[in-house]
């Protein structure tokens, strides 16, 4: 009874309903014309990933024939990169730096969150504006002290150096406080009611409640922090590092080696990949969440 | 303990049960007025006061160290001339690094160039995404699925591999002159297409989470609406244009300050691999400008002017567009 209240399930209740109304009206030509204007975007959207993939399958002598179809396929590329990059040490890094950092933006944000969501206190609104606002702050104004401060402390070219500074996303705070504000309160007082305490509360009431919004927020920030560059980049410095960085260095490297770049790429977009094909619905959810605030 | 005490303007409907559950009430009900019972001791109160700002402090204490103290730091260090080491000195300039600044030719490139950037993003960041999530409204659940699904593919892919593949696809040898039967053209190296592969990589990239957004803006509007003026004679494309459009305002005004705030975020990456800025700063933008001060240059004066600079206009121009979204929705009403 009580999970059904959050914001996705009433919003795809919708969708379905305007959908089958939607469809009876349209007449059958302008659903062809719909179809080829989708099918063309996809075309686009979908041509350059399968030329990544495609490129990192040609035997390497091939890799200027521009036929369609790679064939014969090859793993050759994909040697290549694990004997030349130190792919799998590339792969753990920036494994181990998205998930300390979605997990610690995670925890740091509920905490936030809840206190915003459960309280009434002095100086509730300034601190939310505080909070929120560093949306707005480009981290090109903030990256020049921040660096001084982590090479003052020898953060630097370390994976804490990328991962402390990150600890607080005013996305999910403000994805978070809004889920916990539609919970509805007689849980909560019926929890406190019988004398359980806030913390108790949050892990035991809020908590399992909140299970799907929380699913689709971290699969986002590890996204967000997989797919992170620039920050990495200032911090790590060597190529060796994260694979984003990896692959940067061997653009300049190996600029010609193509099939072997392609197949970089794509390692480093396969986690990412295999994630949106096992949870695709949590997935576009977070990114619509993210999208409407 | 959940404890509304902390305001002391609570209700008092709420003040009773909230306060300290069994034993304020029971107390109350016995023979003091009702007055104390509701407000306990001062250390009790201010104890009870403790728990929203034990839970807000990891995150406020990140906030300040990382986000709040930088930019108080840069608007500092923006008097000051400093190369980054720790061993030169900082000298105090006043306002010179922001007349520096405002004489680099390369500011006006740069300025410019953020301006297209966001002026060609428009199209494919709300245009384009509202026409096609109004086709894709009218689709069966299961194409509109496998539609969406492939439009947001791109949003996934990590921004050097972006880079790598459009650079593999836009190379001289490359399947775009193949196709196009263009010879040995080089769309990153020169001056006139530079820009514009930029913006078209990064459209790229954005389009699918546009449609995302403004179709679950879509779905937020009732069918009732649209059912009506059709009922009214209205025909299809007048309903769009005075039912739907309208209603979407927020969600396409969102997307809006979006669009100006990021565009020059989205194509950061993108240059930085692909272009370094060039040839001869036609691909530049503000962002990446500030960068290379800081980190090129090091010039961390110049950096930190030009960061406060941008924050501010960027600053502005959002709090312009906001002001007008408000308006817009009062309009509404």
New interface residues.
Partial sequence: MTGRTTGGGT?RG??????T???A??PRR??AA??L???L??L???F??Y??FA?SLRQPGHI?R?SLLPWPLSLESYRFVFDNLDMSALLANTLVIAVVTAAGQL???L??A???A?????G?NI?FL??VA?W???????????Y??L??LGLLNTLAGVI?????SALA?LMLRQHMQAFPREL??AA??D?R??WT?LWTVVVPNLRPVLASLSILLF?SA??D??WPA?VLQRANSV???G??GF?TEEGDN?GA??A???L??LP??AL?MAM?RQ??DA??RS??? | MFVEVAVPTAATGTAIPAGTAGAALVDGAVSRPRVSAVRPPLARRMLAAVPPYLYLLPGMISLALWTYKPIIEAVQLSFYRWNLLPTSPRIYVGLENYQRLFTIPQLRDAAMNTLWYVLGLVPFAIILPTAVALVVRDLSGRSRTVYRALLFLPVLVAPVAAAAVWRWLLDPSGLVNHALGLGAFNWLREESTALFSILMICAWQILGFAVLVISAGLTGISADYTEAAEMDGASRWQTTRWVTLPMLRSTLLFMLLMTVLLSAQWTFPLIDVLTQGGPVDSTTNVYYLLWEFGFRSLDSGLASAAGVVFFLAFAVVAAALVKLADHYSFADN
Avoid: K
């Fill in positions: 919003t919708r969708t379905t309903a305007g959908g109304t939607g469809g009206r349209v302008r659903t719909g179809h204007l989708l099918a975007l996809s686009i959207s979908l350059p990933v030329w990544m490129s200027f521009q925890m740091v944000c905490l936030a809840y206190a915003f459960a309280w009434e206190f002095r509730r601190l505080m909070f560093t707005l702050i480009p981290f090109q104004v903030t990256m020049i002290s921040n001084l401060v090479s003052n402390i500074p990150n600890l607080c705070v909560l007082d406190r009611i004398g305490g806030s509360i996204i997989w797919n560059y620039f200032l694979v984003q960085l692959i940067r653009l193509w770049l392609m970089a790429s794509g480093a977009c990412v990949f949106y695709q997935v576009v990114f619509v999208g409407l605030r």
